[in-house]
């Protein structure tokens, strides 16, 4: 490369421009247009009534309004629909909910107290977990042992073994 002398500061407005020089060109003079993007003045005009008013651009202009359909309603089993018609409130319901012949009340109580004493076992071993030894539960008895203590309880003092162990889990 070859050594240059350093040059005096020149402002740039004394600077001599070569940007290259573009040519205008003439604007293209074709649009294009979607007809189906901008709806016809004549799709939307309403024609003139019997009384011979006469219509607005507004009305003429106007999307065509149309009345809403009318959608019945399916109700799932065990639910209700409830509405309000003409000032009154409707209900409709779902067909009733049947049970299979298994599921019998005791059979609903038993998952529903396993599922409660799944449910504070796991409150109980939260609070073992972060206060270790200063919790009220460190050192006790899970409330499944003790849930079977007390089984085991009821069922020796009980004459009659009408349930077995199975019917309990």
Known sequence: MPVTKPTTYVPPVFRPTS??????????KEFAIDQTAFPSLAATIKRPTTSGTPISFSSAA?????????????ILPGW????????????????EVTRPAD?????????????????EQYDRDRDI???G????FYGQLTLDEIY???????LDDSES?????????
């Open 19 to 28: 940007l290259p020089s573009t040519k205008k060109k003439e604007l293209k």
């Open 62 to 74: 106007a999307k065509k309004v149309e009345p809403p359909k009318v959608v019945k309603i399916d």
């Open 129 to 131: 977990d972060r206060l």
């Open 103 to 119: 599921e019998s009340d005791e059979v609903i109580s038993r998952i529903i107290l396993k599922n409660r004493i799944a449910r």
């Open 148 to 154: 079977e203590k007390d089984l085991e309880i009821v």
């Open 80 to 95: 209700v629909h409830i509405r309000r018609n003409k000032g009154i409130i409707q209900y409709k319901y779902g067909k």
């Open 161 to 169: 073994s009408d349930y077995s162990e199975s019917d309990l889990e």
């Open 133 to 136: 030894d200063l919790s009220e």
